[in-house]
């Protein structure tokens, strides 16, 4: 794949302006294959509310979810989406809606639509397990409170995409969830770039989120320093199940609450 025909789109993921340049520059250099930043299920659930599909939600048996593995990814995987979706409310976009954009145009000029991005459950995993309990605690509460919280910062998204900016955000990040920078951002660099180094086509717009521009662009100048995939996507062995013990507390406070034992 020759550079000069790879252009790389870093959107904000709530944004207009994003959406409209995605089109834009996809009918402009009309690329054999669109590259996005989904994984299967992230894709097949955008493409599901795309068309209207609602799927029946099973319900979830709390003593089920308490005994089973994927614990910390419930928690996790929810909490994410509630703020992605809170933040896309307040601004009247749709979480997603850059990458609809850029699977509608690139369907539309007949071009093959490629999922680079590595699948949500490992990533989630990855980050759990990487993480001490004094940072789980930490990225909780800061959830937590980023839940509450009203602020004005969300007036200005587009200044997500200004590389001051992001280099501010990513700063802050690596000093605050050392791991889950690792996990959802550098690591995924990685693996993006190395999707795209995989697509065997010329032509391609690749369309992901600013923060991983710059990291790809690094991976791609530097393909010897990608790690494996094996490396990306491995779990490793599973340690003590701290998110299955705050579900837990949780369970319990909120037992306590209701007999207003506290």
């Excluded at 759990?128 to 007036?155: A, P, Q, T, Y």
């Excluded at 998204?157 to 900016?165: A, C, G, S, V, Y």
């Excluded at 010897?224 to 490793?236: A, F, M």
Aim: aromatic residues 6%; proline residues 2%; hydrophobic residues 40%.
């Amino acid at each position: 794949m020759r550079r000069e025909c790879l252009t790389i789109i870093g959107t904000a993921h709530v944004s207009k302006e994003s959406v409209e340049e995605v089109r834009d520059v996809i009918y402009t250099k009309q690329p054999e294959v669109v590259a996005i930043e989904l994984d299967y299920q992230r894709f097949i659930r955008l493409m599901d509310e795309k068309n209207g599909i609602k799927k029946e939600e099973k319900s979830t048996n709390i003593v089920e979810m308490v005994k089973g593995n994927k614990i910390g990814l419930y928690i996790t995987g929810g909490i994410l989406s509630f703020i992605q979706n809170r933040i896309g409310a307040e601004l009247d976009v749709k979480p997603g809606s850059e990458m609809i954009a850029a699977i509608d145009a690139g369907q539309d000029i007949g071009a093959e639509i490629a999922l680079i991005d590595r699948n949500i459950n490992i990533t989630l995993q990855r980050a759990i397990n990487k993480m001490g309990i004094l940072e789980k605690l930490k990225f909780v509460f800061s959830i937590i409170f980023s839940m509450f919280s009203r602020g004005n910062e969300l007036e200005n998204i587009e200044d997500l995409k200004k590389q001051e900016t992001l280099e501010e955000i990513m700063e802050y990040l690596k000093k605050s969830s050392p791991s889950i920078y690792e996990v959802l951002v550098h690591e995924r660099d990685a693996y993006l770039a190395k999707s795209i180094l995989d697509i065997r086509k010329d032509h391609i717009v690749a369309v992901v989120g600013a923060g991983h521009k710059k990291g790809i662009n690094y991976y791609l100048d530097n393909p010897e320093e990608l790690p494996s995939l094996d490396e990306l996507t491995d779990i490793g062995k599973k340690g003590f199940p701290w998110m299955k013990l705050i579900l837990i507390v949780i369970i319990i406070l909120i037992v306590l609450k209701s007999f207003n034992f506290i």
